[in-house]
């Protein structure tokens, strides 16, 4: 099973600041690799798929890059809304696994 | 826009079987394309895949769970079901069901979730 790791496991940022977001994964994954968005009492939302394509009706300030083991969600500046815990996952290999989150919150 | 939403009991007691149904709407269970998934989430712990289901009843369930799954699909009433047997405290969790676009890639819509204790 592929292990995935991110960090930081908390990111404090200010509103209209840059958040930058690390997911590893143990091996190879390709670009098969997806970030969700999950607020308290939610499900998880779907932001970012195949690396670096975002998902339909995500804001252009999301984005993401990556390949093979390591990847980076970036929030060019974030917004109210943005303060959650944001999630990894690999589906290149099954069962796909998912990271343990970062939590993005209020500075 | 396709909804999803979970089922079924909050508490069920050691040993015996939980049972969860998700019900789909927007979209049919039928889909060629979609398969239809379980995932779980300890509280504190990170997301969990369980297993998934396609049209045909095709099932792939994760390797850690496999022993204690089943799933199934009901396209009568597009919904499809988790049973998870001999549960332990450890299984005590979050039970999100999502769809997955196609085979082999990621959860594009997900339910709400739905607490599920596992407590005498």
């Known amino acids: 099973e592929i292990v995935m790791t991110q960090s930081p496991a908390t990111l404090s940022v200010s509103p209209g600041e840059r958040a930058t977001l690390s997911c590893r994964a143990s091996q190879s994954v390709s670009t098969n690799l997806a970030w969700y968005q999950q607020k308290p009492g939610q499900a998880p939302r779907l932001l970012i798929y195949d690396s670096s394509t975002r998902a339909t009706n995500i804001p252009a300030r999301f984005s993401g890059s990556g390949s093979g083991t390591e990847f980076t969600l970036t929030i060019s500046s974030l917004q109210p809304e943005d303060f959650a815990v944001y999630h990894c996952?690999?589906?290149?290999?099954?069962?796909?696994?998912f990271g343990p989150g970062t939590k993005v919150d209020i500075k | 826009q396709v909804l999803l939403q979970e089922s079924g009991p909050a508490l069920v007691k050691p040993s015996q079987t939980l049972s969860l149904t998700c019900t789909v709407s927007g979209a049919s269970i039928s889909s060629e394309s979609s398969y239809w998934n379980w995932i779980r989430q300890p509280a504190g712990k990170r997301l969990e895949w369980i297993g998934r289901i396609s049209f045909t009843a095709s099932t792939n369930y994760n390797p850690s769970l496999r022993r204690r799954v089943t799933m199934s699909v009901d396209m009568s009433k597009n919904q499809f079901s988790l049973e998870l047997n001999s549960v332990t405290a450890a299984d005590t969790a979050i039970y999100f069901c999502?769809?997955?676009?196609?085979?082999?890639?990621?959860?594009?819509?997900w339910g709400q979730g739905t607490l599920v204790t596992v407590s005498s």
């Open positions: 996952h690999q589906f290149d290999k099954w069962p796909g696994t």
């Open positions: 999502a769809r997955e676009e196609f085979f082999g890639s990621y959860l594009i819509d």
